[in-house]
């Protein structure tokens, strides 16, 4: 069964904004580093959203490689299959992927884990897709590590909780070693990758949190309308106090099938 995706058109639009900001750049150059695919590869993208990691990847592995890319939305499979032509993009869902057993020499997913409610049967499936010595790069969100200086604590922790009911899990970055583990995967590691902004830019990632938090307010009746308002409020305040930081950390969880 399909599990469908919350990425509607909107939501696709969006998600394309943030991921040309410097910090998702550089979250994909870090990513690939940790990859380090090579020419000829068979390599699989979980979650690919616009498919701008989905691209990277292609031109590294080459005219003799084979990059696939799957996700459960069709905006997002539209835009990936026009920003990464050369990779094959599938409407499909990381607890079933539509593969043979052993088909790639890796696999990699960046911030989609967290919204798969069913953990333990997505790595299984990358599990089985992966050839044996291949490799399983993930990256996911500590949600719990977000710390967003506002000017109101009590603005913040209403902000974070509204960040994190957007997620299934948020605290991937714990469960996965011991469900890799268990899985059979071996040699599992794991590497911070922070983003940290000093100031309120659009071309930066917390750009995109701060929207998703401002459309909740707006947009769920369960919000209050001041609430709006004062968050601005606070948001205003900081900034204009040459205060603003906002700071997460992102773990980089790799393993191989053994
Ligand atoms: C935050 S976006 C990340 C997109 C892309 N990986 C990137 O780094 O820009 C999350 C993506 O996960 C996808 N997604 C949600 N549920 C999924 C599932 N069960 N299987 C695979 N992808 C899923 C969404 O459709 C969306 O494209």
């Known amino acids: 069964m399909m599990v469908p995706s919350a990425y509607d058109a909107t939501l696709a639009q969006k998600q394309a904004i943030v991921a040309a900001s410097q910090d998702m750049r550089r979250q994909r150059q870090t990513m690939i580093e940790h990859l380090a695919p090579k020419a000829g590869e068979a390599i699989l993208e979980v979650g690919c959203g616009n498919g701008d990691l989905t691209r990277e990847i292609a031109n590294l592995i080459g005219p003799n490689g084979t990059m696939v890319a799957v996700d459960p939305s069709s905006a997002m499979i539209e835009q990936a299959s026009s920003a990464a032509p050369p990779a094959r993009c599938i409407e499909a869902s990381a607890v079933e992927l539509p593969f043979e057993d052993n088909a790639f020499d890796a696999v990699i997913a960046a911030q989609v884990y967290c919204f798969v409610p069913d953990l333990k049967t997505a790595v299984a499936e990358a599990m089985r897709v992966l050839t044996p010595g291949g490799r399983l790069v993930i990256l996911d969100s500590d949600w719990r590590s977000m710390r967003w200086t506002t000017g109101s604590e009590a603005a913040f922790a209403r902000a974070d909780r509204i960040v994190r009911a957007h997620y299934a899990h948020s605290d991937v970055p714990e469960q996965l070693p011991h469900l890799l583990a ?65 700071r997460l950390d992102r773990i980089i969880t790799k393993a191989v099938k053994t």
Do not use: C, M
């Open 182 to 246: 268990d899985q059979g995967f071996g040699n599992i590691e794991q590497t911070v990758f922070t983003i940290e902004n000093h100031r309120s830019d659009p071309d930066t990632y917390s750009a995109s949190i701060n929207d998703s938090v401002e459309t909740a307010l707006e947009t769920v009746s369960k919000y209050p309308e001041y609430l709006l308002s004062e968050w601005q409020a606070a948001r205003a305040e900081i900034i204009a106090a040459g205060k603003f930081h906002f």
